[in-house]
């Protein structure tokens, strides 16, 4: 029974982790599959995302609004500074970079992700933010033996929520479709008439209002410090890569397979918690050197 | 390869080695020391370069780099070997092992989920090096004194005799990457990105020709880090994080990836211009190092390199010399 | 040929004249007598939390010394009469870059010394450095004791003004068997690197060494800015032990805080946080009340009234307008100790001071700090120091004084905390504090 118990307290913290993952890499994920780059700069917008929602959750606790609507607010602002700032990225760096290799994108990414790391820095300064009152207001909830937040299991459902969202956006709206189209093919796509160009900026700005939604919904549950983004950043690739790469499927079997890997280190070989994230990547590679949900792709001679 | 012409790389090459063996005197010492730093990146890098020539993104050269180091640092603090140029050989000889053993594995890997794999696997070793404490944990290791070619040096003069030594290390490891990338397996690589199937109709084993890279590849990584290690007197896990292997990456998008000598200029370009950020602006050298970068990859996609080819090729124009297609090495890629 | 040639090299002068005049390679001709002095804190990255706090120590202490405003023992200007004039670093980008910037300050700024390093990684790589180079560099709170007993056995410039990590541990310790004589059981949650795996350590031997009998269990390690810790508290709630030690410290530390707070984890165990006076810095009432904390040293709260302590809060205050933080007091103790060692050295006469007779002046040096308990400089040939420590029981916000109240606030005497002179700091831990004083 007490096995059990234990068991069950595993798979609530894995699956809750696996939500917070879930929900930091979905932009990423989006803006690998149509974009064909990795995104470096999403961990600057996760930043950017968390410090926002700690002055909105401020700002309206300071004017004696709920939790609902701090969370509402930092949400709104978040994704509204996340696609303005897409938008801007996508415009004066990325479009100008298509027609190069790959890795330039990366790197350019690289090199707005490093510039984000100071703005930060420089305008909210060094020390350590807070935006705790929302996850405080909402409670607790007993579980088994243990007791949880509200707000993390929250997390769960927005987490399904946002899947349930991208999925069926792409799945069954005209534009989604468009998307899926370029995804499958970018060339085959504009020639049946499809603005490439357009979707790229759109799947962009989603992407990164995503990113930072994903750090205000991260923002109530931790200390907002200089360099928060980084450690995302590996994360998110990591669920990424082995999900597959561009399907929200694979995203989400990433995040659970991330997710479990270190909610069972950390309770039961606590010493190697720090590798579980890599050492699940590197057997889910091994095992399926295209990740879980690849396609198959043609042989071009 | 003819005997009547020397090949251009490998004459720059060599003057480039003598003068600054010569210069090494009348260079201040922490400018040395950059350099050192500098030209240890610049070989991890060229490995980087190797392996993007087949189209490969390493994001693990710093497993390589840390191989290299911490072979050097473990064989002097538990094998008592204090002699630097046998602690280079060591070390490059470990780190090829290395990469030839993983290469089995690797060498099935393209795009994107080699990048991954390379940096999951360099994410674990750093892992497992900040826990075990026969590594020194996440403190590192520090090498003591060590001697060159038997001599005993200490102070200002043991400096300088790593720097000499830094410098013909590279000068001989570029020189084995120049004619690799030179051979016949040299080219294959380079077609390996064009078109694989291609390849294999033609008789070509595309995965051997990829371990053939790799084991390079590594040991050019190895090189950088025991130099980086001997040079610096001290090794940590960070060798291994996936950032120092983003910074070898970087240095051949900055630089381009025209030459064996590309590296070298990206790596002083950028420890240049962290220094520059770092020395300026306390608060904000990531935000310089990055509005640069970033101002370098938009007009000069092609590498900063490309701005010297371009010079050359004026120059060529001008002087109206022409030039055998065969002596013109640096030409840019597409 | 002869014309690119000379275009190249016209290229190349240009260039370095270039590189010259941005990086300022050119000596530059001091105008007057100063003291240069390099300062090294984490200005980036998660150590910012701490560094950023350090940095604005160490500007205001600077300042009020230039300006020769400090209360006495300090109130000769600058050191010695001769101004200071300091140059700032980040100490963030790994340790190779740290040696380049450390021999770049010292070779090329020409700093006549170095206050700084924080991670214990760039004190192990710099201080051989410090030694070949002859430059006096205090490591100002870099926390391993191996700094001294490994890497440098017999330092001639490197001194370290701060006690090291193990006084932390050992005052830990004996603050939970004063207060809790009954304990039984201890579990750990550290972060995975040297500094959390050290803590722990020194922890557990320092409990074994005061209770025989204390059980220890549930050792987590997250990994350093892991920031998010579900399940490691579940698995600390589902067998909860008496006390939970941790050294988390920054960001990762008022994460954990608020997170264990929110699950009840401080009803199961009673909390122990060695940094832990950072927590109430930042989240104020929403800190834990009733769990134990240290602030690496007596600092902030732990802090003793006297004349230099109580002008340095509340300059701090008016300046900062907040309660100084722990890496405040760190970075005021790093330089009042080389300056009472420069003054100590001057012996009346003006100006600069050789360095060799400054480390010679600070070797056995008790100095006053901004935290009110004086700093002996008694181990490792007087190059490590040694203080008093305190720790106390958080005890809620009073709103009326917007303060933070803290309770049952013990001190204990630098030598009940500290190693003698000669032993390992592990290795008097496990002898059950042979020679202690307390």
Known sequence: MQLLGHLATIVIDGVSYAAWLFIISVGLTLVFGVLRILNIAHGGMYAVGAYLAAYAIGAAAANGFGAGAQLLFAATLAVACGAGLGILIEWTVLRRLYRYPEVLVLFATYAVFLIFEDATKLLWGGQSRYANAPRDALGQIRLGELIYPVYDLAMVLVAILLAVAVSLTLSSTRIGRCVTAVVFDREMSASMGINVNRIMTGTFLVGAALGTLAGALTAPKIAISSGIGVDVIVLAFAVTVIGGLGSIGGAMAGAVIVGMARAVTAHLFPQIELFAVYAAMAVVLAVRPQGLFARPEARKI | MTLRKPDTTIVVLLLLAIGASIGAWWIPGWIRFISQMAISAALASLGAMVLLRAGLLSFGQGLFYFAGAYTAALSYKYLGLNEAVLLILFSIAISGGVAAAIGFFISNYRGIFFAMLTLAISMLVYGIAVKVSLFGGSDGLNIGLISILGFRYRGPDLQLAMFLICIWTAGLMAMVAHLFLRSRLGKVIEAIEDNEVRLEYLGTSVRSSIHAAYVLAGALGGAGGVLAALSARHVDPGFAYWTTAGDFVFIVILSGQASVLSPFFGAFALEVLRTFAAANFPDAWQMVLGTIMLLIVLFVPKGLGHIFIALGARWKARGRTVVPAAMNEETARP | ?438
Request: hydrophobic share 40%; charged share 20%.
């Open chain 3, 1 to 438: 040929m002869k014309r690119f040639v000379q275009r190249a090299l016209l290229g190349l002068a240009a260039t370095v004249g270039l590189i010259d005049h941005e990086l300022g390679f050119t000596a530059q001709v001091a105008a007057q007598e100063k003291i240069k002095i390099g300062f090294v804190f984490f200005l980036s990255g998660p150590g910012a939390a701490y560094g950023s706090h350090a940095r604005d120590g160490a500007k205001l202490i600077v300042e009020a010394l230039n300006a020769g405003k400090v209360p006495a023992p300090y109130d000769k200007v600058g050191f010695n009469g001769v101004q200071i004039e300091p140059v700032w670093a980040d100490e963030a980008g790994g340790t190779q870059k740290q040696l380049a910037e450390y021999r770049r300050l010292v070779e090329r700024e020409k700093v006549d010394m170095v206050i700084g390093y924080n991670s214990s990684a760039d004190c192990n790589a710099i201080a051989p450095v410090a030694e070949e180079l002859a430059v006096l560099t205090n490591f100002f709170h870099c926390g391993n004791p191996q700094l001294f007993e490994e890497i440098i056995t017999k330092p001639e410039y490197s001194v370290r003004t701060a006690p090291h990590g193990t006084m932390d541990q050992v005052g830990a310790a004996r603050y939970v068997v004063d207060r809790m004589p009954g304990v039984k059981s201890v579990a750990g949650i550290n972060q995975n690197y040297s500094w959390g795996q050290d803590a722990w350590v020194e922890f557990k031997a320092a409990m074994t060494a005061l209770k025989p009998d204390v059980a220890f269990k549930n050792e987590k390690f997250p990994s350093l800015g892991a920031g998010e810790y579900g399940a490691e508290i579940s698995s600390l709630l589902s067998d909860p032990a008496d006390v939970v030690f941790s050294s988390f410290w920054g960001g990762d530390a008022d994460a954990f805080a608020l997170q264990a707070k929110a699950r009840g984890l401080p009803e199961k165990s009673k909390m122990v946080l060695t940094v832990g006076t950072g927590t109430v810095d930042t989240l104020a009432e929403n800190a834990i009340v009733g769990s134990y904390l240290g602030a690496r040293g007596p600092h902030g709260y732990l802090a003793k009234s006297s004349v230099l302590s109580d002008w340095f809060l509340r300059e701090y205050q008016a300046t900062y307008k907040r309660v100084p933080p722990l890496g405040a007091y760190a970075a005021a103790q790093g330089i009042f100790g080389i300056k009472a060692a420069y003054e100590k050295a001057a012996n009346g006469k003006p100006g600069k001071q050789k360095t060799e007779s400054v480390v010679g002046a600070l070797r056995g040096l008790t100095f006053e700090t901004a935290n009110g308990f004086p700093i002996t400089m008694a181990l490792a040939n007087g190059h490590q120091g040694i203080q008093a420590t305190a720790y106390g029981t958080f005890a809620g916000w009073d709103k009326e004084k917007n303060a933070a109240i803290f309770r049952d606030i013990r001190i204990y005497p630098a030598e009940c905390v500290n190693p003698p002179d000669g032993i390992k700091a592990v290795d008097w831990i496990k002898s059950g504090f042979k020679g202690a004083k307390c």
